[in-house]
Structure formats: C-alpha cells, structure tokens
C-alpha cells in the first residue's frame, strides 16, 4: 500500500485500536497523535480520543517517561542527554523529563558507562592510545553521557590498557 494512501478509522474505532495498542506497550500523548493523523481523524475528534485515553489512564505520559527512562538506561546505555533529547522529540513536558531523569539519573551511570565503554573497547581496532581514546571519546558521547564523566572513564580504561599491554 502506498505511504500516500491513509487508511482511514472512525474516532471510535481508532479509540478502540488504541486502547489495544496502549494495553500492549506504553504510548506517549504524542505517539497517539501521530497515529490518529495517520488514520485521518479529524483534529478535534482526535483531540477527545485522546482525552479518552487520559482520564481512563491507558496513556500517562509520566508513567511513559519512566518506562523509557529505565528502558534506554538498562538496555541501550544511554545518557542523560540523549534520552533528554529523545523525549523533548516526544513531546514530553520538560518538567516530567526533568523530574523523571532526577530520579533515575544517579543509578549507577558510572558503572553503565564504564562497562560499555569496556566492551566497546575490546572491539575497536586503533594505532594507538591517542587513536583509541578518540574512538572511545566520541562513543561515549553519542551514547549521551557527559563530556567530564567519557573524558574520566576513558582516561582511566586506556591506563588500564596500556598497563595490561603494555604500550
């Protein structure tokens, strides 16, 4: 089927699809909205659907950038910046990513970063320390962290390196 071509809900039946959808998998408020686009319901109706959605609580966008926080930090490793950045794209009220980050930002952020950069380590190949550190500079960074922590983290995995191989 052609991007072109919408396939087209009813308001109640795109209520209906995404009360399944939310039951399955957290949504955001603007996930919902892009669906009802999609589908080609009317702006003030989608409007309802959505207000539907809230007031019987199957979407919270809180309880999604919880969900998202947790999600990114455990599975992905990302940083505080990149999943900050992830949910501004959502449309998440910066106060609730505020809020949420704050609560989840101290869990052991060192110890994620430290680890994957370990990994990631083991897998680049460089000419040498200089050339190893940037690698790992620059991972680290687009994963989200902190310029100060990559820098420390890194510094401290290339002594290790050059201790253990002797370079």
């Known amino acids: 089927m052609p991007q072109d071509l919408k396939r087209?809900?009813?308001p109640e039946q795109a209520l209906t699809t995404l009360m399944a959808l939310c039951a399955k998998a957290e949504r955001s408020t603007d996930d919902a909205r892009r669906l009802l686009r999609r589908w080609g319901v009317a702006e003030p109706?989608?409007?309802k659907?959505?207000?539907?959605l809230v007031a019987q609580r199957f979407?919270?966008?809180?309880r999604y950038a919880e969900a998202f926080v947790r999600d990114k930090m455990r599975f992905s490793n990302w940083g505080v910046f990149k999943i900050r950045s992830a949910l501004n794209m959502k449309r998440i009220d910066r106060d609730i990513i505020a809020e949420v980050l704050d609560a989840c930002s101290g869990e052991?952020?060192?110890?994620?970063?430290?680890?994957?950069?370990r990994r990631k380590m083991r897998s680049i190949k460089a000419k040498d320390s200089y050339d190893r550190k940037v690698k790992l500079m620059r991972y680290g960074l687009s994963l989200g962290y902190e310029m100060e922590e990559v820098g420390d983290t890194v510094d401290k995995l290339i002594r290790s390196w050059e201790e253990t191989n002797g370079e």
């Open 59 to 62: 979407i919270d966008d809180r």
């Open 45 to 47: 109706d989608a409007e």
């Open 8 to 10: 087209t809900k009813t």
């Open 49 to 52: 659907v959505i207000g539907t």
């Open 108 to 117: 052991d952020s060192g110890r994620r970063l430290e680890e994957t950069l």
